[in-house]
Structures are given as structure tokens and as C-alpha cells.
């Protein structure tokens, strides 16, 4: 048996934590033979909720959980971690979008930034799940300057997840058909869900599906799918949200398969046209714990467009939280 890692979890009492904990404790992200000790961070009010999810997490006898902490704050909750997920964050509500929460959610990744500087392990990795999460990210690695780039990360993963299934269904195919779908750009309805590089079954996807569908249905769906979940059930999602998280971290431990591409908002130095500096979703591979961005790929002039459009809004974005950024 391998040394347990440390796993700090923000929002651990909420519905994204909720979904999250049970899952990872089993060993879904790291493994069956990787221990882990959770650190389960929250604000002060939630703790009593957090003790009954403590409670529960005990009752399950996970035999890969050696050990639960708990902490009203990140100093204390991220001591040691070598793996974050920054959930903690108010979700949006009917009628909003993600950016609108800029204001309440930003100032959190600003002490959270700082904790991961003084209080993390060296090897730690981030991925920041409360949105509007890459400009969170943003914010979150701007504050934590002596962290070294690209360990402070936002997840796409929920929507090239909802891509794949949307394309799967639409083709007859399973999920594990579909590859090298890839989301670029930010977690907000201008995202660029790219199927021109995806396959199914081994074949394009522009040829395996009806391309109309992909340019009029498609995008808008993906894009517009988080939206189309809180207006279904009067909350925004939370299963499907933990279960991407566990898909970002994974992937980013174990590392992507030969010839797999993978979607991870990181920081851009300005490849494919995104503005420099921002947390932009990107086409990446995998290994050794380290992501590399993926080299070369062909964008037709109607992806350029949308990769501008999307790298146009989190430069927008960034102009609005600039009071934050270290
Ligand atoms: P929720 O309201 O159910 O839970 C949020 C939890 O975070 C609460 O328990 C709250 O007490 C806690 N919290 C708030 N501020 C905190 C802080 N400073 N430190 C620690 N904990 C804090 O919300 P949820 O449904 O779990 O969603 C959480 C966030 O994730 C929201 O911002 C939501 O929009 C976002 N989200 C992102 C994606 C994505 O794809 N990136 C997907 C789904 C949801
Ligand atoms: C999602 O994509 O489901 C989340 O970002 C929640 C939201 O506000 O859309």
C-alpha cells in the first residue's frame, strides 16, 4: 500500500462536496491502492452540516480513507495538500449568468490563493470548480505567486464531457467512442466545443454527424447546458460537476492515454490566438503529472472566430476582478 496523499476539498458541506467526497474516498480518482486523508474546508456556518457529512464519510469504512480533517478556513484545510478542489463558491441561480457572480466569488480565491502559497505541499495541484471558475483560477494563482505556473488550474472537463455525450448519442456510439473532443476557451456559453478534431469511432465526426447539427444544436447545447440544468432542477449541477472534477484530476495524476487529448483551463501564453495571461481552456496532453499543451492543430477560420470571441470575454473578465490580482 502507497503512503496516503492529502486532499483538501473546499465546499466539502455543499452539493458539489456532497457528490464529490464519497467518490473520491473510494478511490475513483487516485486508485484502489492509494490512500488518502481528506481535508474538508468550509465556512464557518456550515460546519455543523460538514460534522453530519464527516459522519456519514465515517460510516461508509472506506478502507482507502485513513484519515478526515476539517477547517473553517483554507490556512488551516490546506496544510500539507497535495491535491485541492476549490468548489467552495455560490452557485448561480434561474436567469444568471456564471460571470455574475464574479463579485461574490472572487475575493474567496484571493485567501485561497495565499493559503495554497504558505500552507500546501510542494508537488499541489489546484483545480478551481466554483465559477465563474477561470477567472476564479485567475485570481486564485495571482495571489499564490511562488506556487510555480500551471499547478492552479479550472475545469472544462464538465463540458467536454457533456460534448462527447451529446455527439455519442447523436452518432449511436458509446462515450469511449468519442475522442480528442476538446472545449476551448472559458466555462461560460461562448465556449468552443471543437468537433472538427474529434472522432467517433475512429472516423471525423463532421462526417459521422450531420454537420448542421453540429454548428447549430451542437455548440449551443454544450454551451448553454449548465443553464439548461438549473432550469430543470432548480439547482445547478452538482453529480455531474463532482464526477468531471474527479475526470480533471485524474487525468492530470495518472496521466491521458497515447494519442488522448484532454481539456484543462490553464494559464495561456498566448497559443492559438488566446489572450496572454488568462486561465483558457486548451487542448492537452498528460504525463507525469505534468500537462503539455498540444502543438500544431489546424483551426478553420469559423474556430478562430469562436476561439477569439471566448478569449476576448475572459480578457474582459479579467479587466473586472484587476483589483484582485496580487
Ligand atoms: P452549494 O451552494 O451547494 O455549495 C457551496 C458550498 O461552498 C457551501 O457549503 C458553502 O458553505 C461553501 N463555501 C462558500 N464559500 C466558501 C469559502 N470561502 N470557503 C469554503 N467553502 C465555502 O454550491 P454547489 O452546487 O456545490 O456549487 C459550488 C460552485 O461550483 C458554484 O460556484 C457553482 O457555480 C460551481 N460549479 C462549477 C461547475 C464547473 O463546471 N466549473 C459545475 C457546477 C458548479
Ligand atoms: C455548469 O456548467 O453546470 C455549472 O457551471 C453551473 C452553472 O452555473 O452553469
Known sequence: MKAPIRVAITGAAGNIGYALLFRL????????????????????PAMKALD??????????FPLLHGIETADNPADGFKGANQIFMVGARPRSKGM????????NGPIF????????SAAADDVRAVVVGNPCNTNALICAKNAPGVPEGRITAMTRLDQ???????ATKAGALASDVERMVVWGNHSPTMFADYFHATVKGQAVTSAVDEGWLQNDFLPLVGKRGAAIIEARGASSAASAASAAIDHMSTWWHGTKEGQWTSMAVPSHGQYGAPEGVMFSFAVTVSGGEYQIVDGIEHSDFAKEKLAATGDELANERE??????G
Open 52 to 61: 453530519g457529512v464527516c459522519m456519514e464519510l465515517a460510516d461508509c469504512a
Open 110 to 117: 484571493v485567501a485561497q490563493g495565499k493559503a495554497i502559497e
Open 97 to 104: 449568468e456564471r460571470a455574475d457572480l464574479i463579485q461574490a
Open 161 to 167: 464531457n457533456r460534448a462527447v455525450s451529446q455527439v
Open 320 to 325: 473586472v476582478v484587476k483589483d484582485l490580482l
Open 25 to 44: 474516498a473510494a478511490g475513483d480518482c487516485y486508485g484502489p491502492d492509494q490512500p488518502i486523508i481528506l481535508q474538508l474546508v468550509e465556512i464557518p
